[in-house]
């Protein structure tokens, strides 16, 4: 006959509890599936049947810390749950809270935006300890959004004057001239993620208005030549296409009281050669130089649809097979 344990849940809300088992109970059998147990939430209590008192400690932690996220006005999602669950059976969930004391930014409608996982709360300490932060990790992980998002927080306290975006456009080789329109067209599509960052903490007409004024400046790297950036946050995005030269001439851009974000992902190198990405040999180089910081965020940091990370971790596993 399998075990049954029971842990009181405390002062979680009933309407609390509904939220974090999801609709239909859909949140409640994801945690089943992962904990590989019986799970039932019942009258302010929780009944595990089936597995170890360890691991329904485990799963008492995880709806504890998921409540924690809906006291902080934060919604609840499937990736949450899988998040929270996957630290407490590493035994780093007590980490978590430290997360959502500290919002990056807040949107139009007012609503707080927090690093959602402790690899993005490193990357925000980041950012706002030094001047130049360079940001690398997988797809979804979050580390453009976070840039956009602090970037025009800082814009909005006035602490900085300016925004630049820039990154390397049309792959590696910046061949812009056969597309129609002005360069802000010519630009636009690959930039898309940062404007909906932008949007999100500025709003349509906002960001509009800022680029007019030149507050805001989007252009592809090679503009970026020649210029002095003082008091401005230039956020340098699908940095893995620079090349060497590239990385070099744009980090030699930066003025004084000037912060620069440096994002990619090197297993998207679409140079002809690999070994020639300006990103990773600038952390070869660069790495110990007191004001420069690298956050390198995983699979686990991965805030989309919970197949992404799957999706990832297969690919992961196969490229380490390859080595």
């Known amino acids: ?15 609390e509890l509904h939220q ?7 949140y409640l059998q994801i945690l089943r ?20 008192n360890e691991v329904g400690k485990q799963i008492q932690e995880t709806i504890r810390a998921l409540c924690d996220m809906l006291r902080h006005d934060i919604a609840v999602n499937e990736r949450d749950v899988i998040y929270c669950a996957t630290l407490a059976m590493r035994g780093q969930l007590d980490r978590l ?20 996982t402790m690899g993005q709360r490193y990357l925000c300490s980041c950012m706002e300890k030094e001047p130049i932060v360079f940001a690398t990790g997988v797809a979804g992980t979050g580390k453009t959004y976070l840039a956009v998002v602090y970037a025009a927080t800082l ?10 975006l820039t990154r390397p456009a049309v792959e590696a080789g910046e061949n812009l001239g056969f597309l129609p329109g ?30 007019e004024k030149e507050v805001i ?7 970026m030549r020649g210029r002095t950036l003082d008091n401005a ?21 930066m003025g004084f009281q000037s912060k620069i974000v440096i994002t990619g992902d090197i297993t998207q190198i679409d140079l002809i050669k690999k070994k020639d990405s300006g990103l990773m040999d600038a952390k070869t180089i660069l790495e110990g130089i007191k004001g420069i910081a690298f956050a390198e965020l995983t699979s686990l940091d991965v805030v989309r649809n919970p197949l992404v990370q799957k999706i990832i971790e297969r690919y992961e596993s196969r490229e380490n097979e390859c080595q």
């Not at 599936?33 to 170890?52: M, P, Q, W, Y």
């Not at 699908?238 to 001439?249: D, F, G």
């Open 1 to 15: 006959m399998s075990e049954k344990y029971h842990f009181e849940l405390g002062d979680i809300s009933m309407d």
């Open 20 to 26: 974090i088992c999801g609709t239909n109970d859909a």
């Open 33 to 52: 599936d992962l904990f590989a147990c019986e799970i039932t939430l019942r009258d302010g209590e929780l009944i595990v049947i089936g597995t170890s």
């Open 97 to 116: 809270c430290t997360t959502y004391q500290k919002a990056v930014g807040r949107t139009m409608s007012g609503k707080l935006i927090y690093p959602k």
């Open 155 to 164: 814009l909005k306290k006035g602490e900085i004057s300016k925004i630049i």
């Open 182 to 211: 002005d360069l802000k067209e010519k630009v636009d599509p690959y930039l898309r993620p940062l404007y909906d960052a932008l949007n999100d903490v500025l709003g349509n007409e906002g960001v509009e208005r800022l680029i």
């Open 217 to 223: 400046e989007i252009a592809p790297l090679a503009y």
């Open 233 to 253: 946050f230039i956020i340098l995005d699908e940095a893995q296409n620079t090349t060497r030269a590239q990385m070099k001439m744009f980090l030699t851009r």
